[in-house]
């Protein structure tokens, strides 16, 4: 007699890896508005380099819906950090950034690493967790 067994389901996110996208989006729309468009206005060029984070602005929105795996949602939130320092070093370049600029790039910037920090150490939590499980329960 053969036993059925179901399929293991792929881990999603969870409601706070979830929350994190969704504070993410919300700190790039406040960082586009304030930062990307008046300096997109000075410099048309500067739209070329918001490309990619542009695309994960998309890929937050999508893990905010909570349809993704943790997976894709891990290397979502590594490709954020390289682009939060990429994008950090685009901005040393700039010449003569306002105070207010400055400011907004220091706020956006820790706030965006502290989200990183935490939804890449939440997902490896979830995965050590889960994958102690599995060894305690093969063994």
């Given at each position: 007699?053969s036993s059925i067994h179901p399929?293991?389901?792929?881990a ?5 890896g979830?929350?994190l ?11 586009l508005?304030f ?6 206005r000075?410099e048309p060029i500067?739209?070329?380099s ?5 695309v994960?602005y998309l890929?937050h929105w999508?893990m905010?819906?909570g ?6 949602a ?11 320092l990429?994008?950090?070093v ?15 790039l ?7 690493l502290?989200?990183?920090a ?7 939590w ?5 994958r102690?499980?599995?060894l305690?329960?093969?063994?």
């Open positions: 007699m399929l293991p389901v792929p999603k996110l969870s409601k706070l979830r929350g996208a969704a504070a993410q989006v919300l700190k790039e729309t406040v960082t508005l930062l990307g468009v008046p300096l997109v000075e500067i739209l070329v918001a490309l990619p984070g542009l994960l890929l999508q905010w819906r349809r993704v795996r943790w997976r894709y891990a290397a979502v939130w590594a490709f954020t950090l390289l682009d939060e990429w994008g950090w685009l901005f040393q370049e700039l010449d003569d950034p306002t105070r207010g600029q400055v400011r907004l220091h706020w956006s910037y820790f706030v965006g502290g989200l990183i935490l939804a890449l150490g939440e997902i490896g979830r995965f050590r967790r889960k102690g499980k599995r305690r329960k093969s063994a």
